[in-house]
Nanobody, 128 residues
């Protein structure tokens, strides 16, 4: 089992920045991919970005490309989502997720069903 706990959400003005954290515990050695998703009220959970360890590169959805960055701190078993130039449309509940699958295609990395472990979510609200 893998446990994930997000933190760092809050209220920020448009154009501002936030850093979300996702602390992992348990069988973290079985995790090959960490992902970030978000869900706005009344909408589906959408892919934001992912960091597959076995590739060593990150992938992002188009709407956050160039504004959001995923990084990791191995010593702390923590993954971060650095969010810059935030927009009101970035307002959502943000989730981190972990997958124990490897050699995933870029398209599979973007699917909710790929990830077997989820955090409880942290709210990000961007005011205009």
């Amino acid at each position: 089992q893998v446990q994930l706990v997000e933190s760092g959400g809050g209220l920020v003005q448009a154009g501002g920045s936030l850093r979300l954290s996702c602390a992992a515990s348990g069988r973290t050695s079985s995790v090959y991919v960490m992902g970030w998703f978000r869900q706005a009220p009344g909408k589906e959970r959408d892919f934001v970005g992912a960091f597959p360890w076995y590739i060593g590169a990150t992938v992002y959805t188009d709407s956050v490309m160039g504004r959001f960055t995923i990084s990791r701190d191995n010593a702390k078993n923590t993954v971060y989502l650095h969010m810059n130039r935030l927009k009101p449309e970035d307002t959502a509940l943000y989730y981190c997720a972990a997958s124990t699958e490897t050699e995933l295609s870029w398209s599979k990395l973007k699917l909710v069903s790929t990830y077997g472990y989820w955090g409880q979510g942290t709210q990000v609200t961007v005011s205009s």
